[in-house]
């Protein structure tokens, strides 16, 4: 199969070589392909489609940028505007850090959407990669959108060094928040103890590593400075408080990152008080 990949970064570089180790033909050129995997920031998805729209006509699109797209609102919400009833538009998200991907360990990965689904998984998958199929694009996405907020969260309380119950009580915490959120949404319950939220949330990622360093009491802007990067889940963090509030739903665990990250609220304060939420 031809494919073409969008961002060349430490994801889409992994998956890159690793479609290439199952035989597939990379391409520079969408209008060349059969099969576009989108691996850019989320912010960027809408973007990079809309400039390669005239040379889209039968390809299947693959997302596998996690986040929000603007304003509180998810990948699918955007790309339904742009591209109303437009077949062939799938989500793969779960736990699968780049490195990982190009060592050949075992992952598990949830690939979303209509119909179509089996085909793709056939040529996806391999004996290092599980392909899990559901067609809950909703509560898939908002897993996907609000795992690297909570991530940060869960690294937040890891830094604080109060102990593994305390880990394990805000990391249930998470998903119980996310859980809410998606369901307001529309997205089916079960989704949310599958790899797209229980699954990804589980990893050492970026964003929890960041979480760790806040949880330290050093601020965004030294954090930022020592490690020249800034995770995904920083710019979420707005945007998933935009979305609750547009929901009218209660999100402390969103409210207080946003407070420790935005407003220099003092993280020892906050993460009391998120315990005893």
Same mark, same amino acid.
């Given at each position: 199969m031809k494919i073409t990949i969008l961002g060349n970064g430490i994801f889409g570089s992994a998956l890159a070589t690793y479609l290439s180790k199952k035989g597939h033909t990379l391409v520079d050129k969408?209008?060349?392909? $059969?099969?576009?995997?989108?691996?850019v920031t989320s912010n960027m998805v809408l973007p990079s489609l809309l400039e390669i729209k005239k040379e889209i006509s039968t390809q299947k699109i693959i997302i596998c940028s996690k986040g929000f797209a603007k304003d509180g609102k998810l990948i699918s919400e955007v790309l339904e505007e742009e591209f109303k009833n437009?077949?062939?538009?799938?989500?793969?998200y779960g736990p699968s850090l780049a490195e990982e991907l190009n060592k050949g360990v075992p992952t598990g990965m949830v690939l979303v959407g209509k119909e179509g689904k089996e085909e793709l998984k056939k040529e996806i998958e391999s004996n290092n990669l599980y392909i899990e199929l559901s067609s809950d694009v909703i509560g898939v996405e908002t897993s996907a959108a609000l795992k690297n907020v909570m991530a940060?969260?869960?690294g937040v309380v890891e830094g604080r060094e109060l102990g593994q119950n305390a880990n394990a009580l805000i990391f249930v915490k998470a998903? $119980? $928040?996310?859980?809410?959120i998606g369901i307001a949404l529309g997205g089916k319950i079960e989704t949310f103890i599958g790899l797209s939220c229980v699954g990804d949330l589980y990893l050492s990622s970026r964003n929890r590593c960041f979480g760790i360093e806040l949880g330290k009491c050093k601020s965004l802007e030294d954090i930022i400075k020592e490690t020249n990067y800034t995770p995904a889940g920083v710019y979420d963090i707005k945007d998933a408080k935009?979305?609750?509030e547009k929901l009218g739903l209660d999100a402390p665990l969103i409210e207080s990152l946003n407070k420790i990250v935005f407003e220099k609220y003092p993280v020892e304060d906050a993460v009391n008080e998120i315990i005893s939420i």
């Open positions: 969408a209008g060349d392909s $059969e099969l576009i995997f989108v691996c437009r077949k062939g538009i799938y989500y793969l940060i969260l869960i998903v $119980e $928040e996310i859980k809410n935009i979305m609750v």
